[in-house]
């Protein structure tokens, strides 16, 4: 059963880059079925999804963020990783690394990390 | 980007009672919608994929139906464990969204 587990910093300076890893256990991270993905939310808020990699190295974006975030995989660790660059308070939210598995005609967002809370301030 | 709205945003009901919530979609999903279920402090659990798909080991009262543009999540004979924040995501193109949620309170 595959599991995540986010890890990173709780506090970034605002303009700094938020990095965050989340570690894949109990599974490949080179399944060609699971597209790793970030999703936050700020507190009492909706969900958002940040953007996602494929063990290709493809990768996909949420256009909201401007081109400030980058996903990378590294296999060799069973991990990927989020960077989000010129951090306002506006990113201050939970944080969590989930699997998008695709199968025929059916996709879902399973399994997730915990979550990470990451808060800007200076 | 795709708009999921959800409705009701705010559900008051008792142990026991039928729900349904409704999610309504601004482009025509097929059946690519899941459901989660999310308590606070936690993270969002699968409940349902493929609109209407129960994922494994998620009890028999949940149930989801719909297609293309407007779906609905029932939860018949409320549990207490089942008071919580229920949301819709499309998964059908770039980029994924969520509906607001939808509180569900006793």
């Not at chain 1, 993905?37 to 493809?58: F, N």
């Not at chain 2, 999903?29 to 994922?55: D, E, F, V």
């Not at chain 2, 494994?56 to 293309?68: C, I």
């Amino acid at each position: 059963q595959v599991q995540l587990q986010e890890s990173g910093p709780g506090l970034v300076k605002p303009s700094q880059t938020l990095s965050l890893t989340c570690t894949v256990s109990g599974g490949s991270i080179t399944n060609n079925n699971y597209y790793w993905s970030w999703v936050r939310q700020p507190a009492g808020g909706r969900l958002e999804w940040i953007g996602r990699v494929h063990t290709s190295g493809d990768t996909k974006y949420n256009p909201s963020l401007r081109g400030r975030v980058t996903i990378s995989l590294d296999t060799s660790k069973s991990q990927f990783s989020l960077k989000l660059n010129s951090v306002t308070a506006a990113d201050t939210a939970m944080y969590f690394c989930a699997g998008w598995y695709t199968i025929d005609q059916s996709r879902w967002f399973d399994p997730w990390g915990q979550g990470t809370l990451v808060t800007v301030s200076s | 980007d795709i708009q999921l709205t959800q409705s009701p945003s705010f559900l008051s009901a008792s142990v026991g009672d039928r729900v349904t919530i409704t999610c309504r979609v601004s482009q025509d999903m097929s059946t690519y919608l899941a459901w989660y279920q999310q308590k606070p402090g936690r993270a969002p659990k699968l409940l349902i994929y493929a609109a209407s798909t129960l994922r494994s080991g998620v009890p028999s009262r949940f149930s989801g139906s719909g297609s293309g543009t407007e779906f609905s999540l029932t939860i018949n004979s409320l549990q207490p464990d089942d008071f919580a924040t229920y949301y819709c995501q499309h998964l059908n193109g770039y980029p994924i969204t969520f509906g607001q949620g939808t509180r569900l309170e006793i």
